[in-house]
């Protein structure tokens, strides 16, 4: 890296500075809508009532049933998914043939609006998890489909004819030359896709469903309870950001051969 580049500050004193950023959103929505009163509590709620709401569900057990419907359809579309778009990534990047003849259908299928496809989904599949099952794979498989793809492609030509003289077959140049070539961009994608997957739950749930957080606020938008809503919003945040932290902590574990600037990118 060049000398003149400027070092990131350490952990905690990031850390630090993320804590400070949430409390000055919290304090400035505070004061807009309590101290000062301009904007409406009745249509933007207040900060305290919707930790407290949300601290009541946790408590009272109301909404651990729904954030459980929601994670699980979280999870599925994520795995499956990421599964798919690693498979179809690699595959398609390997066959020049198979890419070029599909090529204009897969960017067809992505240009597809998703909320489009959630009615289908449900007709197809009916009103159970599947449906947002679904509708999170549609997302998640065309970012993860795209990184890998574009990673599968970028490994250098030299590298590739450098192995081959040393005697590397197929499987060989899968696993060490292919593979680590494409994990930079597959947790690049799956950082983004994490968030995909529950977008996709959520609208699921909040256009047909009995449960999960997406019902719950699309029932509290029923009856203008604008703090339920942003307590639902706040609840999906905090997992997103859970869940996120956790592909880091992975891809710092499979990653540990970069250097420490590229992980923090």
């Given at each position: 890296?060049?000398?003149?580049?400027?070092?990131?500050?350490?952990?905690?004193?990031?850390?630090?500075?993320?804590?400070?950023?949430?409390?000055?959103?919290?304090?400035?929505?505070?004061?807009?809508?309590?101290?000062?009163?301009?904007?409406?509590?009745?249509?933007?709620?207040t900060?305290?009532?919707?930790?407290?709401?949300?601290?009541?569900?946790?408590?009272?057990?109301?909404?651990?049933?729904?954030?459980?419907?929601?994670?699980?359809?979280?999870?599925?579309?994520?795995?499956?998914?990421?599964?798919?778009?690693?498979?179809?990534?690699?595959?398609?990047?390997?066959?020049?043939l198979?890419?070029?003849?599909?090529?204009?259908?897969?960017?067809?299928?992505?240009?597809?609006?998703?909320?489009v496809?959630?009615?289908?989904?449900?007709?197809?599949?009916?009103?159970?998890?599947?449906?947002?099952v679904?509708?999170?794979?549609?997302?998640?498989?065309?970012?993860?489909?795209f990184?890998?793809?574009?990673?599968?492609?970028?490994?250098?030509?030299?590298?590739?004819?450098?192995?081959?003289m040393?005697?590397?077959?197929?499987?060989?140049?899968?696993?060490?030359v292919?593979?680590?070539?494409?994990?930079?961009?597959?947790?690049?994608?799956?950082?983004?896709?994490?968030?995909?997957?529950?977008?996709?739950?959520?609208?699921?749930?909040?256009?047909?469903?009995?449960?999960?957080?997406?019902?719950?606020?699309?029932?509290?938008?029923?009856?203008?309870?604008?703090?339920?809503?942003?307590?639902?919003?706040?609840?999906?945040?905090i997992?997103?950001?859970?869940?996120?932290?956790?592909?880091?902590?992975?891809?710092?574990?499979?990653?540990?051969?970069?250097?420490?600037?590229?992980?923090?990118?």
């Amino acid at each position: 890296m060049s000398s003149h580049a400027k070092r990131l500050p350490s952990r905690p004193v990031i850390l630090l500075l993320q804590v400070v950023v949430l409390i000055a959103f919290f304090g400035l929505w505070h004061v807009l809508t309590v101290t000062t009163n301009l904007l409406s509590p009745f249509f933007f709620g207040t900060p305290g009532a919707v930790l407290m709401r949300t601290f009541n569900d946790f408590a009272s057990g109301a909404i651990w049933y729904h954030l459980g419907i929601t994670l699980l359809e979280t999870a599925l579309a994520f795995a499956i998914g990421t599964v798919a778009g690693i498979a179809f990534g690699f595959w398609f990047a390997r066959a020049p043939l198979v890419s070029v003849v599909f090529d204009p259908y897969i960017k067809a299928a992505n240009a597809l609006p998703r909320v489009v496809l959630a009615p289908i989904f449900a007709l197809w599949l009916g009103l159970g998890i599947w449906s947002k099952v679904a509708l999170g794979v549609t997302l998640v498989f065309f970012i993860v489909f795209f990184n890998v793809y574009q990673g599968v492609k970028e490994v250098s030509p030299v590298v590739l004819a450098n192995a081959r003289m040393l005697g590397a077959n197929s499987r060989d140049l899968f696993r060490h030359v292919y593979l680590p070539s494409a994990l930079s961009w597959v947790f690049s994608s799956l950082h983004t896709a994490v968030g995909f997957a529950m977008v996709g739950a959520v609208v699921g749930e909040y256009l047909g469903s009995a449960a999960g957080l997406g019902y719950r606020i699309h029932q509290a938008e029923g009856v203008f309870d604008t703090v339920g809503v942003f307590s639902g919003m706040l609840v999906l945040t905090i997992f997103v950001v859970a869940i996120d932290s956790a592909v880091t902590v992975i891809e710092k574990r499979l990653l540990h051969w970069r250097p420490q600037e590229a992980q923090t990118h």
